[in-house]
């Protein structure tokens, strides 16, 4: 060691001593090569800490430079930052081999790969085969499957085999990444695959932090941008792998290596394949040397015991571990335990089982035998653990009602018996069972198992009696993810009922976990629980998990409150905003609640899984096999269908091998296909690929005859992430080819292949499936976001709990079929739910608050105006609020009183001023008309150049004063008893967009597209168009929002910036309010602010805080109507939905 490493060291001697806990810092330095087992041992039998600290630094300084380097990572990684500062000047020079050493154990440290174990045994041959499979990844991405029976140690292998410089160097430069994958649900996959995209993302420059992935299709794709463009040549390590669906997650064109169990696994993907098998077993001589390494010995001279010990353990890595574990412990105690493997008669565990449970069984009990009694009652409690699910200390102490100091010595002691496996990769650390452990744990306690999950309810009530864990406690996640667990395995069902049933619970656990895992808890759980309440919480989870997923987090008692009146989700949600209400808090109430149940016919849940496509029978009566296909294609096949017509019956079938097979195989895609469809004569076949295209194909000459470069139509898209077309479908008379990619739905002309139609979905969803009716013009998209529309957005078919994948209609279009990764399939009457909601509410309305009682006019998409409850057709030109032609209508009779003409182009705006004789309407010509409607009289206001979208009433008991604004950037004042022009204001350069006046008619503001408003003063500070505007009732304040979500509060006094009202990301829509922000309302006592854009926002004008979101099932909201008290709001949402909400009483604003 060099001079400066030693007299650093000698002078942190005392503090070094004082403060380290040496046992956790040698693991990294016995992993890192420094410390020897015997060495370790040595200075742990000191008798106290300080002494150990001293005996380890006793042998430091008589090591080399490595060695200081190493207790300084060490220290690091053990989070003793202040002490790794006293040693940082002392840092010597490594050679070039040294630098190289420490950077590789860097990048494997980063990317979660193991830590070789404490005793280690090299398998060369294993090594190099499973280097030599790595090289090949080096110019392609594919797949090194690692296969063998569970505890032959393809893990260490798998960890080991990464370790090596040239091999990161030359292939490998972006790193390795692993992931322990394991026996997992759907939603534990999406948990693992969230972690990985979060590890991945760290480190990288972005504006806005990234949500978590709601899907494992979503999280899929986030790993393909991931890997492919921030570590295109890395190396994805996924352990334990145990079945095709959670491999084909990760099929993203990367290089993978993985571990499993069964070596057929990679055939469910795509790319380059290579197998590296690993023995069942250790041959004798490895064996024998991993029992050497223990005892601290030579293999030669081990006695004659140690084979025998070998010939029971059967060669089982793990299970020469724990006896070796055991035997370091007690050196003499050879024939004791190879007498307590050969007497014990153990039964078998699992018969169908490849594990040596023999062996394990033996082994385990040995290994149990020697742990004091109070420590093997403790080690029994472990039973209740979860396979693959790492623990913290924290949660066993509350399990055992022992201080965390004496839980980590018990922990430690398991570890050290290689009873129990400790994560040093998290911090704080984390245990586990390994599986065989676990299961030979539930089976020696099988009969006491609900009292074991019974004590860890207990347990955990007695802990947190008087509040839950907090969400901020990285140990406290456990509780939240396996409390339902616990209970139903206790068979605790009111308590879990009432656990589950809690609107405080579902809260708590969807800010922590987001809702896929509240779900999965339902449907897990579901015959224990009340299926009618259940399922009302499974609905309102399922239609606003999206929200869930945003930060802030929402209020879900707000968000509640707008299920049907009849939900315990809504009962809940009331007596809560109750309580808050008499608190002076704010939420709001949505009265015309839609309390229809579903429009689906019929549900069937026909598998345990996603299901993925459902259709009707084709000549199927018995459910007999009428003939089965030998292997047509090189890889798994993703779609197949019949012809439509029965002159000539074929089948279709398309595949990840880029081909189609009818009769004759069409080639021409580069990517695979995911979908094929006849048109309706049978003449061509339509297929949808990866590539980015759509092909359609001669049936009869298996020739391409057209292609569509669908990609084209994303001008994001680029070579190497392309726009995957999922699906494609044929027009009833077969002149229109449809086909789905992304969040949108293009038409072609199948002559042209000119685009007909374009038709995009949420930016939050994406379509999975499309199907056109076989007889009417009707289109059936199935989306991410749970639900079936048909297009032109006729209908919204909720129901669906999770993704819908396919949606089919019957031959003779009276049903629609669609199925989902919630497991069911639902049937659905093309009548019912096509006439159900087809007409939308436009946006434009008017509403007149009296008392009590709200009545709303809208126009409709039909071209009728709904009053309220009563509907009056009325025959427009274009539509109500797009019209060329006005009409004035008697209410309630809906009789035509007047019909007027006058303006050439759409009209956009109209007022009746306070005598009801008079109306003003401005228009896309540019004018502005006064008319006296009853005669028709017509006064001309002319002078705007660009249209005049809106226009401002003043009346005062003088004078009338109209102000109108137009995109020419003006402002004018005009005198209506006259109709002169009394002001032509030159405002902005931009358009004009908003104008308000204040109450007492002395000021007027507006806003414009160049970023900017004004008053007296010109406003700056915008960064996009400014929208809207209002003057407070008292006339002191100006609030104006503008395109980014912004909402500024000014003073009318200086014109000074006094709040800014925004949240402190952008959201989804890349908006700090989900869109423009479009109207703006102060209360009368003009404290609180609401404010209108994808969504409704209350905001204390005090402070600038959000009050209260609701969020709209459609978006960009045009305006908000609000009665005088402040306590009532209307709105139409973009999908043509009333809200029509009522501050929740109890409170004051």
């Known amino acids: 060691m060099e001079e400066r490493a030693r007299s650093c060291l000698l002078r942190s001697k005392d503090n070094l001593e004082q403060e380290i806990k040496v046992s956790y810092l040698m693991d990294h330095m016995v992993s890192d090569g420094i410390l020897t087992n015997d060495e370790e041992a040595r200075v742990l039998n000191k008798p106290t800490r300080r002494e ?104 260490v292998m798998a960890a080991e085999a990464v370790r090596d410089h040239a091999l990161i160097k030359e292939c490998f430069p972006g ?101 590296v098998p690993v023995e069942s077993g250790l041959d004798e001589k490895k064996a024998l040397e991993i029992l050497a390494l223990y005892v601290s010995g030579k293999p030669q001279k081990l006695p004659e015991e140690a084979r025998s010990i070998v010939s029971e353990c059967k060669g089982s890595p793990l299970v020469v571990s724990l006896i070796g574990a055991l035997l370091r412990e007690f050196p003499d105690c050879w024939s004791y335990y190879l007498r307590q493997l050969q007497e014990k008669q153990f039964k078998l565990i699992r018969k169908s089982s490849s594990y040596d449970y023999e062996a394990l069984d033996q082994a385990m009990n040995a290994s149990l035998q020697v742990l004091e009694p109070k420590h093997r009652d403790l080690y029994r409690d472990l039973s209740v653990m979860q396979k693959y699910i790492k623990v913290p200390a924290k949660v066993l102490s509350v399990l055992w009602g022992l201080e965390s100091e004496e839980v980590e010595d018990v922990l430690q002691e398991f570890v050290n018996k290689s009873l129990l496996f400790r994560d040093c990769n998290q911090r704080p650390y984390h245990y586990y069972l390994h599986d065989l452990q676990r299961d030979f744990l539930v089976e020696q306690n099988r009969d006491q198992i609900a009292e074991l999950h019974k004590k860890m309810i207990h347990q955990y009530q007695q802990f947190y009696n008087k509040r839950p864990p907090s969400s ?185 091998d880029k081909c189609t097979n009818t009769k004759n195989t069409m080639f021409g895609h580069m990517e695979p296909v995911n979908h094929c469809c006849f048109s309706p004569n049978d003449a061509y076949l339509a297929t949808s690929s990866s590539d980015g295209t759509l092909k359609l194909f001669g049936v009869s000459s298996a020739n391409e005859w057209k292609s569509i470069d669908v990609n084209g139509f994303f001008p994001e898209s680029d070579d190497e992430i392309k726009a995957i077309v999922k699906c494609s479908t044929w027009s009833a008379d077969g002149s229109r080819i449809i086909c789905a990619a992304r969040n949108t739905v293009f038409v072609f002309d199948v002559k042209t292949s000119d685009m007909l139609l374009e038709m995009k979905t949420s930016r939050l969803s994406t379509v999975q499936y499309c199907h056109a009716c076989p007889n009417s013009s009707l289109l059936a998209v199935a989306l991410s976001h749970y639900t079936v529309e048909t297009s032109k957005k006729n209908t919204e078919c909720n129901g669906h709990l999770s993704w819908v994948h396919c949606v089919q209609f019957s031959p003779d279009a009276s049903l629609l079929l669609s199925s989902s990764s919630d497991q069911t399939i639902r049937l659905w009457e093309t009548d019912r739910v096509h006439t159900s909601s087809a007409a939308a509410l436009k946006r434009d309305s008017d509403v007149l608050f009296s008392h009590s009682d709200v009545t709303i006019v809208a126009p409709d998409s039909r071209n009728q105006l709904q009053l309220a409850a009563v509907f009056f057709e009325i025959a427009f030109e274009q539509s109500f609020t797009l019209s060329v032609c006005l009409k004035v209508l008697r209410v309630p009779s809906g009789k035509t009183l007047s019909k007027l003409t006058g303006h050439t182009r759409t009209v956009h705006h109209c007022q009746f001023t306070d005598d009801g004789e008079t109306l003003l309407t401005s228009s896309e010509d540019t004018t502005v008309r006064v008319w006296k409607w009853r005669t028709g009289e017509c006064l001309v206001l002319e002078g705007h150049k660009e249209p005049v979208r809106r226009f401002h009433l003043s009346n005062s008991s003088s004078s009338s004063h109209l102000f109108s604004w137009s995109f020419d950037g003006t402002l004018k004042v005009w005198d209506l008893n006259r109709g002169h022009m009394l002001q032509d204001l030159e405002c902005h350069k931009g358009a004009v967009l908003s104008c308000d006046v204040s109450s007492d008619g002395h000021l007027f503001a507006t806003t414009s597209a160049d970023r900017t408003a004004k008053m007296n003063f010109l406003l700056k500070g915008h960064k996009d168009c400014v929208r809207s505007c209002r003057f407070s009732w008292n006339n002191k304040r100006l609030v104006t929002g503008d395109d ?106």
């Open 52 to 155: 150990q600290a001293a005996a380890l630094l006793e042998v430091l300084l008589m090591k080399d430079n490595r060695a200081y380097i190493s207790f300084y990572n060490a220290l690091v990684r053990e989070s003793y930052g202040d002490l790794a500062n006293l040693l940082h000047s002392g840092l010597p020079l490594l050679s070039p081999v040294g630098k190289r050493s420490f950077a590789d154990r860097a990048i494997l440290s980063e990317g979660g790969v193991p830590q070789r174990p404490v005793v280690f045994v090299s398998r060369p041959a294993l090594l190099n085969l499973i280097r030599e499979k790595l090289y090949r990844l080096k110019n392609t991405p594919g797949w090194v499957t690692v296969f063998g029976m569970a505890g032959s140690g393809k893990s």
């Open 175 to 275: 790193g390795v990444h692993w992931l322990s994958v394991g026996q997992c649900e759907r939603a534990d996959l999406l948990v693992r695959m969230q972690s990985l995209c979060f590890r991945l993302e760290q480190g990288q420059s972005s504006d806005t932090s990234q949500r978590p992935p709601c899907s494992v299709e979503e999280a899929k794709e986030r790993l393909r941008f991931l890997m492919h463009r921030r570590f295109p040549r890395s190396l994805l390590i996924l352990d334990d792998v145990w079945d095709s669906f959670a491999l084909r997650s990760f099929d993203i064109q990367c290089r993978v290596l993985l571990t499993t169990r069964n070596r057929s696994l990679a055939d469910s993907v795509s790319g380059e394949k290579f197998e």
């Open 472 to 656: 901020g406690d990285i140990d406290c996640l456990y509780w939240y993810r396996f409390l339902p667990y616990h209970m139903a395995k206790a068979g605790l069902s009111k308590e879990l009922y009432s656990l589950m049933f809690s609107l405080d619970w579902v809260t708590e656990k969807a800010q922590i976990m987001g809702s896929a895992h509240l779900i999965n808890d339902y449907v897990e759980y579901g015959e224990i629980l009340d299926e009618e309440v259940r399922l009302q919480f499974q609905e309102f989870l399922s239609l606003n998990g999206h929200h869930l997923e945003q930060r802030p987090f929402p209020d879900i008692v707000q968000l509640a409150l707008s299920q049907p009146v009849c939900s315990e989700v809504y009962r809940q949600a009331l007596m809560q905003a109750q309580k808050r209400a008499s608190r002076g808090q704010l939420c709001l109430d949505l009265v015309n609640k839609n309390n229809q149940g579903s429009l689906s016919r019929l549900v069937v849940h026909p598998q345990q899984g996603s299901v993925y496509y459902a259709c009707f029978s084709f000549l199927a009566e018995q459910g007999t096999l009428i003939r089965e296909f030998g292997e047509e294609h090189e890889e798994q096949i993703n779609h197949c269908q019949f012809t439509n017509t029965g002159r000539r019956v074929l089948l279709a079938t398309c595949s990840n």
């Open 1044 to 1149: 980014n979500g912004e909402i500024r509060l000014w003073s009318m006094l200086d014109g000074a910036l006094l709040k800014i009202c925004s949240r402190d990301t952008k959201d989804s829509m890349d908006s700090f309010h989900g869109g423009w922000v479009t109207d703006l309302h102060f209360s009368p006592d003009n404290r609180v602010l609401v404010s209108t854009g994808g969504y409704i926002k209350w905001w204390s004008t005090e402070t600038g805080e959000a009050l209260q979101t609701f969020y709209t099932m459609g978006a960009n909201l045009k305006k908000i109507h609000v009665s005088p008290d402040f306590t009532t709001f209307v709105t139409v949402d973009s999908i043509g939905i009333l809200y029509v909400l009522k501050k929740v009483e109890g409170g004051s604003l």
